[in-house]
């Protein structure tokens, strides 16, 4: 099946740890994204990519790092400088950025502080 | 400030009933607007695309409306479903850089229907 897959479903992290978040697409899809979800808030983009060895920061990139060493994979490592990482972590993509390219969805990776 | 402002921020429906959400916003220029359906806990799927030069786009039971000039969107259900209960979110495209968009999200209006 053709998807972008995300995994764990539900991640505990303790105060002080770095945790990752997996992201794989067999779309073959050039761009990647990890936007993150909080109640009653839109998403917000914390860092995108658009080919492999590349990527940019998004509007709340700080606390986050990523890589895309891959072009199916794009994780994202949610740091202990990030200081309210509880929220819902949505990974996209699509065959390009922008314009009136498609973006399809993971189902998501909900992170929770212990 | 977000750019993509919705309303209501919920609302409930009875099962067969019709319902609209608004959609209004700021983001100047824009590429195209497009509607999104998210199930709890899952990732949104998208239900319409359009361009500022389309009125309105169809999915459906779902039909989206556009006035550019005005700067608002509507999606209207028609005769409902239990698995219309969902989050529904509008987002808009727009230009960032060279060859580059980015998307502005509303914060989604939150549809329940009951049977």
């Known amino acids: 099946d053709g998807g972008i897959t995300q995994s764990p479903k539900y991640l505990f992290r303790k105060e002080g740890q770095n945790v990752t978040l997996s992201c794989e697409q067999n779309l073959n899809h050039d761009a990647m994204y990890w936007y993150r979800q909080d109640p009653g808030q839109g998403l917000r983009l914390i860092y995108y990519?658009?080919?492999?060895?590349?990527?940019q920061k998004g509007d709340i990139a700080e606390g986050y790092s990523v890589s895309r060493e891959k072009k199916e994979s794009f994780p994202l490592t949610v740091t202990s400088a990030q200081k309210n990482p509880t929220a819902f972590y949505l990974c996209?993509?699509?065959?390009?950025?922008?314009?009136?390219?498609?973006?399809?969805f993971g189902q998501g990776t909900r992170l929770t502080v212990v | 400030k977000n750019q993509v402002e919705q309303s209501p921020q919920s609302l409930i429906i009875l099962e067969g009933k019709n319902c609209t959400l608004q959609c209004n916003y700021t983001v100047s220029p824009f590429s195209n607007l497009r509607w999104y359906k998210q199930d709890t806990g899952r990732g949104p799927v998208s239900l319409t695309i359009?361009?500022?030069?389309?009125n309105t786009k169809s999915n459906r039971r779902y039909t989206a409306t556009l006035d550019a000039d005005t700067k608002q969107s509507s999606l209207h259900i028609t005769a409902s479903q239990l698995s219309d209960s969902a989050s529904y979110i509008c987002?808009?495209?727009?230009?960032?850089?060279?060859?580059?968009?980015?998307?502005?999200f509303g914060a989604g209006t939150t549809v329940t229907v009951r049977a």
């Open positions: 987002v808009v495209s727009f230009p960032h850089r060279a060859n580059d968009y980015k998307l502005s």
């Open positions: 990519s658009q080919i492999v060895n590349d990527f």
């Open positions: 996209a993509s699509s065959p390009r950025t922008g314009g009136l390219t498609e973006a399809f």
């Open positions: 359009m361009t500022f030069s389309e």
